[in-house]
């Protein structure tokens, strides 16, 4: 197994990815726990994009042979959504999803401190 930590690392990037499958987990006090998979053309990193100040809210590790994993930076995205390449509507998308994954990083955390 391999984690893709370096590239969530880096509080610029949103990543895509294109092959391969990877499992995404949090840390809890003692253990990690297994929050979500993520399968061809699935993203990470969106909470760089929304406002996240760069911090990393869990870890993606390579699951399959190999993952191929693009990387976009702020600057790159902001200018995509000047020239009209990702619309409102994929923005939308985008931070309903970083919601959603902030509360259920949070529910894990609460459940791991409930176990202690």
């Known amino acids: 197994m391999k984690q893709v930590s370096e590239a969530c690392r880096a509080p610029v990037h949103f990543e895509q990815r294109e ?3 990877c499992n995404v987990s949090v840390q809890g006090k003692e ?5 979500g998979t993520l399968n061809e ?3 990470f990193g969106e909470s760089v994009l929304c406002g996240g100040g760069g911090l990393r809210n869990a870890t993606v590790t390579v699951q399959s042979n190999a993952a191929e ?3 976009l930076s702020r600057p790159h995205f902001d200018k995509l959504i000047e020239e009209g390449v990702v619309t409102q509507e994929m ?7 970083n919601q959603r994954r902030r ?3 949070f529910e894990t955390s609460v ?3 409930d176990e202690c």
């Open 41 to 43: 053309l699935d993203y």
């Open 69 to 71: 994993v693009l990387a």
């Open 111 to 113: 459940l791991s401190k």
């Open 19 to 21: 092959a391969g499958r």
């Open 91 to 97: 923005v939308a998308s985008v931070v309903e999803e």
């Open 103 to 105: 509360e259920m990083t």
């Open 31 to 35: 253990l990690a726990r297994q929050v």
